[in-house]
């Protein structure tokens, strides 16, 4: 079978159920693992985001949200010579990956229709049950399952500890402006012990005030900004935020319980890892209980 990915996290999950020799396509997000940076690019963004500031991001979306100009580009020729049997995309957000409009384009674009299998996942558990569909539909239903069992067993061990608190956390996704961390994020804070703050699982990302994030007083704030790493992150948090006397004044900020975290590899995106992601929140959140779970170098750090 030949397989275009849409969206950085079937990349690596096609990968992990070993099937990375089927893919003949993938988008420019497409780092993970190595071998994906191999791969023809079927998918470009309109501007180069390593560039720019948050706010200078922002500034860039709404604009060609306004104009209905694209963020994402097709390439013809890639997609033509690709000649899949199967595209996967995703259907959860229009500005962090290649979305249903792409996916679309592709199509008019393609001489002989391929398969389509657009996941949209909002919580940890659609993340489980798309690693189960993307299996079935490559032909990989057994590694998947064996995955699938993994990931669960990961998640358990972290859900069946009894907390005698559970600390506030405040997950940003944005810092300007500031977005909520929606989604899967508030049921990572969940299974990871702890009180998610201002947003739900499963709604979607929204703008909110640095008045909701001092009524909300939470006892933890986890900087994630979209597709940021924990370098980057904490760059933006202290540009952004240093100066400011009332973030600086929260409780989380003063207590020294101020992260930053590689959203990038483990909470932007509906991807298997994001339970590496729960297991990040979970050293943060209850140090003295998760010690022992590994996290790579990098992958979370105090601001």
């Given at each position: 079978m030949r397989i275009v990915s849409f969206l950085p996290s079937a990349t690596e999950l096609v990968f992990e159920l070993g099937a990375g020799d089927d893919l003949v396509g993938v988008t420019h997000e497409c780092l993970y693992p190595e071998q994906a940076r191999q791969k023809p690019r079927v998918i470009s963004s309109v501007f180069d985001p390593e560039t720019m500031t948050s706010r200078q991001i922002d500034d860039k979306i709404t604009e060609l949200a306004k104009t209905g100009a694209p963020i994402f580009l097709v390439h013809e020729d890639n997609i033509k010579n690709a000649k899949p049997d199967l595209i996967i995309g995703q259907g959860t957000c229009a500005v962090c990956s290649a979305y249903t409009n792409e996916v679309n384009r592709a199509l008019?674009?393609?001489?002989?229709?391929?398969?389509?299998?657009?996941?949209?996942?909002?919580?940890?558990?659609?993340?489980?049950?798309?690693?189960?569909?993307?299996?079935?539909?490559?032909?990989?239903?057994?590694?998947?399952?064996?995955?699938?069992?993994?990931?669960?067993?990961?998640?358990?061990?972290?859900?069946?500890?009894?907390?005698?608190?559970?600390?506030?956390?405040?997950?940003?996704?944005?810092?300007?402006?500031?977005?909520?961390?929606?989604?899967?994020?508030?049921?990572?804070?969940?299974?990871?012990?702890?009180?998610?703050?201002?947003?739900?699982?499963?709604?979607?990302?929204?703008?909110?005030?640095?008045?909701?994030?001092?009524?909300?007083?939470?006892?933890?704030?986890?900087?994630?900004?979209?597709?940021?790493?924990?370098?980057?992150?904490?760059?933006?948090?202290?540009?952004?935020?240093?100066?400011?006397?009332?973030?600086?004044?929260?409780?989380?900020?003063?207590?020294?319980?101020?992260?930053?975290?590689?959203?990038?590899?483990?909470?932007?995106?509906?991807?298997?890892?994001?339970?590496?992601?729960?297991?990040?929140l979970s050293k943060i959140i209850h140090p003295e209980k998760f010690a022992e779970l590994v996290t790579s170098d990098g992958a979370f750090a105090k601001i």
């Open positions: 008019e674009i393609l001489e002989k229709r391929p398969q389509v299998e657009v996941i949209d996942p909002h919580n940890i558990d659609d993340i489980i049950s798309s690693v189960s569909a993307i299996a079935k539909k490559i032909g990989r239903e057994s590694q998947g399952k064996a995955l699938v069992e993994s990931l669960q067993k990961r998640i358990n061990h972290i859900k069946e500890q009894s907390h005698a608190t559970r600390p506030k956390v405040l997950c940003i996704e944005w810092i300007e402006p500031f977005f909520t961390s929606g989604h899967w994020v508030p049921q990572m804070v969940q299974i990871a012990g702890g009180t998610n703050l201002i947003s739900n699982t499963g709604e979607h990302s929204r703008k909110m005030t640095l008045d909701e994030v001092v009524s909300a007083d939470p006892d933890i704030i986890i900087m994630m900004p979209c597709g940021f790493d924990t370098k980057r992150a904490i760059s933006e948090c202290t540009s952004n935020l240093q100066k400011n006397p009332r973030w600086q004044n929260l409780r989380a900020v003063k207590s020294g319980n101020l992260y930053a975290v590689d959203a990038n590899s483990y909470f932007s995106k509906p991807s298997i890892r994001t339970i590496t992601g729960i297991e990040i």
